[in-house]
């Protein structure tokens, strides 16, 4: 604010109307018993609050309202004086307001022009906001707000597209997983020939009968069959870990199911892309992010009927980065594309552990509590229980479990409950064991594996989650997990057999040829195709397509002369003849150009599409080298 | 325990000829056959079972749609969508997801369906497809077991 002492200078200026209201209304000797100034004349106090609403103000300020009256009194910087901190009592009673500005006191009449308004805009001299009209503020208000609707639709379009992409590539990784499982099966069908050839060159070996081998008639299989190996005569490792490896990849985890959601949720969400023709637009100039802004892209939901897109941020901050690292770490996304990372994790610790010798368990058999009301899973959950050597026990619903443990809450180390269960659901049932039991682990077996859904067994005192349909090697692992301290040696566990299971909590360091031929393997795979593929589908969806760089604008509502005043940033485009306090974004300069504003966000994306299976630089390569020559110009 | 995986290529070569096709998931079926210890001992009971399961089952789901009874139908089909998922019969354990989607008023993607009508259409229509994949599957099955 400029300083402006001549009190000639500011006799026409109205900016204190409302103080100089405020003095005459206080000279008015017959409003005594109402609102007065105080024995001093430095404040002044209103006595009767209501009889000061009702009549006076009216007649002064042409209102009712005692709040409106404080809040104006707060803008031009009065204070309410607090008396238990001055005197330690309340000269005026109770009720009494008393306020006071250091330059308001009675005797200084003069002293008036001085009680201005805190400034709302610094920037700006008050003569000149005085001569905004109301109107005019309204304009730039409005500019505000569609400026920031502008963005709101700038973000959802490039909400659409990453959904997009995320379809693609969910549908990518689906018929991916098709694949492997062919090639595995594949696989399976030559270690069986191969396992065959070994058996037959052997036997013929052991039997010096050279003269059998007839090699690969066409009746091999059938007449062959029968010549497994005995017990004496070992089968190859090779072949054997092979398929060790092959048995060990259980296709059915979560994350697949995951996936399988996500891609039949995307068809029938249809496609969002018919409003997703612009591309990433440039409104990445705020300094401040806003940790909503992430979590609340929706992935499966229709973003059009997402009634959360209406309560995107739009607080201080009238602009945002979405791909500012705090966001794009946190973005839902990133479930699905860790999931492969779990697969493979999970397939290094499933062993077929009929193969061990002997039990997995130190001393006691762990005793399992089997809570389900299906007559074919329970069976199929006891075997693969006691197949691993656990003691179980079935219960047909959560009465029945409740039941098992009020009766002897000691005999169990764990439970595997299901949820949907007639007489008592898994979750009631849970909260009723804990009353009892309060450690045991207790694992909630569903189909329903949404997010909201596992933090509400979590609230209600389960410990973790099986997805079903729930396999052997699901099961084996939240039996390491949560039984670790009964098992023989979670160190020494799949070592005799060369295998490449490892403990669960501590998945040492797999035999090489192995486990680690597997893990690297299908990524592998999946990176060189997805190369091919992905390209394809990129260029289809719009966010690489050069056209459309000239409309970026041409959904909104705001006229844009050209989109050339990208260089200066878009919010000053938006109100670059607008008033020097509008002031919004000031970051625009750091990203001059529209094309370079392009390139790292899909940069950025690529590293997060890299997360899918494989972080090595020479693969990133491949893989987004070339798209990238497609879209950025 | 001996090392068993001539079982288990009888029973991928068996699972071949029996040309389950998309009726049966390979890998969670020969999961169930792994634990079969002397012949089928542990897997055909329970398949036989099963099929005794899903004879019941939509006995009531017939009766279920004739009495337009949804929350029902939802809870039948959940229940048949269990055992078929972990035995990995897959065709059936879609069917059953439908069944139970609709029974509750939901599409399949999960959006709300409240014509109840348009619901029991989709059931019926699910609850016929699923009787006839049932019958061939259980010829499927009859066929691997036999070659016992």
Redesign the interface.
Known sequence: MPPDNDPAAQAGNNSSDFVRKLYKMLEDPSYNSVVRWSADGDSFVVLENEKFTKTILPKHFKHSNFASFVRQLNKYDFHKVRHNEESGETPYGRDAWEFRHPEFRADRKDNLDNIRRKAPAPRKPAQAEDAFPATQQIVVLSESLAATQHQIQALQEQYFELAQTNKVLVNEVVSLQKMVRAQSQVSSELITHLNNIEDRRRNSRHSAHSSHSSHSGPSYHATNLGLLPDGADEPAAELRRAREILNGVSPDSQADRELERLSVAYHQNGSPSESASSIMFPQQQQQQPQQQGGGQMALVHDPLNDPRHMVYPVGQTTGIDPFHSDHIHNIPYSRPLSNPNVMAEASQISPPAKDQAGSIWGGKKPQILLVEDDKTCARIGSKFLSNVDCVVDTARNGLEAVDKLNHDSERFDLIFMDIIMPQLDGVSATAMIRMVAPRIPIIAMTSNIRQEDIQTYFQFGMNDVLAKPFTRDGMVRILKKHLSYMLKDPQQQGMSSDDPNQGVGAPGPGPPASSQGYADAPPGMTIATMGAGAQVKFEQTPIQSPTTTASWHSPGQMQQTSPNLDSGGYMSAQIGSGSAGMVLTPGGSQRPQFTNQVAPTMNRMGDGMVGLGDDRPEKRQRLYGPSQGAFVQ | ??????R???D??KMAAADFGDHV????FS??L??DEDSHD?SMP?VL??FE?AEETFEKMDLAVASKDLPELSRLG??L???S????FTKIKDSCQIIQQYGSNL?????AEPDEAVCLKKITAALEEVKVDMEALEKKMKKFFESD
């Open positions: 325990m001996a090392y068993t995986y001539d288990d290529d009888e991928t070569l998931d390979t890998a969670t999961q169930i792994e634990m542990f329970l079972n099963f399961q959940h229940f969508k269990g055992s998922a972990t035995l990995g599409n399949v993607d999960g959006s």
